[in-house]
């Protein structure tokens, strides 16, 4: 069974230009969470995603950001018009469809996108 | 809100010495409690977790227990190992499929 999966591992952009992030949940999961992780500094919730639903977007910033889980595909975070201090790790993590029990909310981090903004 | 609350690091141990990261939290409701380690340059892997009152969360050889009564849940290992430098992550959450609240992480170093 895949891990979660993210690309690209590494992504630069200058100023303006926009950030795809991608995320492929494990397999059979079918909730979604972003973080971020500015250097130096613990991991920040951003939105937490089930299928073609935002649950939870209280830790989005109010502009340039947004994201998707469609139907088919990747979970996709998307920021505009990038500036320096958007420079991060952005970390997505996923966890199982059927929450039957506390033993249930363990999250599945993928391994990272490491955006660079010059 | 929730939040938790972990111990500054970077902590420095020589090899085989006894390990105690501390972690406090504050949380609405009934939270889950975990431990997540992130090696150099790469992603967040689960260490341990306890979801009730005195449990016990254990892997490779560390363990924390869920202590409602000091809200805690320090990470603790007997003997440490060069292969555990990382940092380390106490987490919790507090709803089905909720988000993960994280403290600000300790980075360990163990050296020979």
């Known amino acids: 069974n895949a891990g979660v999966m993210q690309n690209p591992r590494h992504l630069v952009r200058r100023r303006g230009q926009e950030a795809r992030l991608r995320c492929s949940p494990m397999k059979g999961h079918s909730h979604v969470y972003w973080y971020r992780q500015l250097p130096e500094e613990g991991l920040k919730f951003m939105v937490y995603?089930?299928?073609?639903?935002?649950?939870?977007e209280s830790g989005m910033p109010k502009e340039r950001f947004s994201a998707e889980f469609p139907k088919e595909g990747p979970s996709i975070l998307r920021i505009q018009q990038v500036v320096r201090g958007d420079s991060a790790a952005y970390f997505c993590a996923s966890s199982p469809s059927i929450l039957r029990d506390r033993d249930s909310y363990e999250q599945y981090f993928g391994p990272g996108t490491r955006l660079t903004v010059t | 809100g929730n939040s938790v609350t972990q111990m500054e690091g970077p902590v420095t141990l020589s090899e085989e010495a006894f390990l105690t990261i501390n972690c406090t939290y504050t949380?609405?409701?009934?939270?889950?409690l975990f431990w997540y380690v992130q090696y150099p340059g790469e992603g967040l892997q689960l260490l341990l977790k306890?979801?009730?009152?005195?449990d016990k969360g254990s892997n490779k050889g560390f363990e924390a227990t869920y202590r409602k009564e000091t809200t805690s849940f320090h990470l603790e290992k007997g003997s440490v190992q060069v292969s555990d430098s990382a940092v380390y992550f106490c987490a919790l959450s507090t709803g089905g499929g909720n988000k993960l609240t994280f403290g600000t992480g300790t980075q360990l170093k163990v050296e020979l």
């Open positions: 949380a609405t409701g009934y939270p889950s």
């Open positions: 995603l089930q299928k073609e639903n935002i649950i939870d």
């Open positions: 306890a979801t009730k009152a005195d």
